[in-house]
C-alpha cells in the first residue's frame, strides 16, 4: 500500500495536517508507504496546470485545493476525481480568506475596490473567494483580479503600493496585520477544501490516507503548541525571502502565531456539488453539463 504526496512548500499550511501526519508516524501506522515531496511553484504558472502535470507524471497521488478549482481542474483532467471534503468552521484555514488594504489607502468599504486592482491567485482558493465575496458587493464587471502568485508576494505587493487590495490567509493575514495593513472583508465562504486523486488509485489506500490526516487533524486541533515549531518553521522559511521590514515583523510572530484548525475529511455530497457548479455556471467559469458521478472516485463509499 503506497501513496504520493506533494505540496507547494509556499503554500504549505494547507498540507500541514499531512505533515504532521507524516513526522508523527500516522501513515505508517495505517500500513501506509507514504512518501512526502515538495516543490516551489513559479510564480506565473498557473495552479491548475501545476497540479495536473503533477497527478499525470506520478509525483503525487493526491492534492486538495478550493471545491471551484478542484470541479475545473477535474473537469480538464477526467482520469482525476474527487474523493473528500473538508469544510469551513470558525477559525479553520479555508475560513480564514480575507481581503486587506493598506491603513493609509483611504479605503473603508468594499464598493470602493470598484476596478481597482486585488492581488490572488488564479486557479486557487484566493481567486474564487475573493470572487464570491467581492460579488456580494459589485458586478463581476466591476472587480478586478490580478494574477499575483502565493500568499506571501499578494501581502508584499500590497505593502509596496502595487496592488490596491490583497486577498490574504493565514498566517500571511496575521502578518498583514502587524505591519499596519486593515482587514476591510471577511470571506463568508461555506464552500470545503476538496481532495483530489487519480482515479486509478486505490479506495483502501486512501482510506487509509484520511484516517491518518484526520488523526494529525485532532492533534492540531487540540493541541496546537505540540506542533507549533513545526509550523512557525514553514513560515520562517518563506518570510526570510522577504524584504527587511515584512521579515522583521514575521519574527516577531514566530512565539505567538496562532494555527489555524481544520474539520476533518469527510464525503462530499452531492448538494455542495451542485451549489458550487451552479456559482460556477452563473459567472460563466464552466461552460459544459457536469455530472456529480461523473466526477466522483469510483469507490467513494468505501473511503470514509
Known amino acids: 500500500m503506497s501513496l504520493k504526496f506533494s505540496y507547494n512548500v509556499y503554500a504549505y499550511q494547507w498540507s500541514f495536517p499531512e505533515i504532521v501526519a507524516y513526522q508523527r508516524g500516522y501513515y505508517q501506522q495505517q500500513s501506509l508507504d507514504f512518501e512526502l515531496s515538495t516543490f516551489g511553484a513559479r510564480r506565473g504558472v498557473n495552479k491548475n496546470v501545476a497540479y495536473e502535470e503533477l497527478l499525470k507524471t506520478g509525483r503525487t497521488d493526491i492534492y486538495h485545493a478550493g471545491e471551484w478549482a478542484c470541479i475545473i481542474r477535474v473537469l480538464e483532467d477526467r482520469e482525476s476525481c474527487i474523493t473528500g471534503a473538508s469544510y469551513p468552521d470558525s477559525h479553520t484555514l479555508n475560513s480564514t480568506f480575507s481581503i486587506y488594504v493598506r491603513s493609509d489607502s483611504g479605503i473603508t468599504d468594499i464598493r470602493q475596490l470598484e476596478n481597482r486592482t486585488v492581488a490572488i491567485e488564479y486557479g486557487t482558493g484566493s481567486y474564487f473567494t475573493a470572487l464570491q465575496d467581492m460579488l456580494g458587493f459589485l458586478n463581476q464587471s466591476q472587480i478586478k483580479l490580478v494574477q499575483v502568485g502565493s ?154
Open 151 to 304: 500568499p506571501h508576494l499578494r501581502l508584499l505587493a500590497l505593502f509596496n503600493g502595487a496592488v490596491a487590495a490583497a486577498s490574504l490567509i493565514h498566517p500571511w493575514n496575521e502578518l498583514a496585520e502587524v505591519v499596519g495593513m486593515k482587514k476591510l472583508l471577511e470571506t463568508n465562504r461555506q464552500n470545503p477544501t476538496l481532495a483530489v486523486t487519480r482515479r486509478s488509485v486505490d479506495g483502501s489506500d486512501l482510506h487509509r490516507f484520511f484516517n491518518a490526516t484526520n488523526h494529525a487533524i485532532d492533534d492540531i486541533n487540540d493541541d496546537f503548541d505540540s506542533v507549533r515549531e513545526s509550523y512557525v518553521s514553514n513560515f520562517m522559511s518563506i518570510a526570510a525571502t522577504l524584504p527587511g521590514d515584512l521579515r522583521s515583523a514575521a519574527f516577531s510572530l514566530r512565539d505567538t502565531i496562532d494555527g489555524p484548525k481544520w474539520k476533518h475529511w469527510q464525503t462530499y455530497p452531492a448538494s455542495s456539488f451542485r451549489k458550487a457548479v451552479s456559482f460556477l455556471g452563473e459567472y460563466s467559469l464552466i461552460n459544459q453539463k457536469v455530472d456529480y458521478q461523473e466526477l466522483i472516485h469510483p469507490a467513494i463509499g468505501s473511503i470514509f
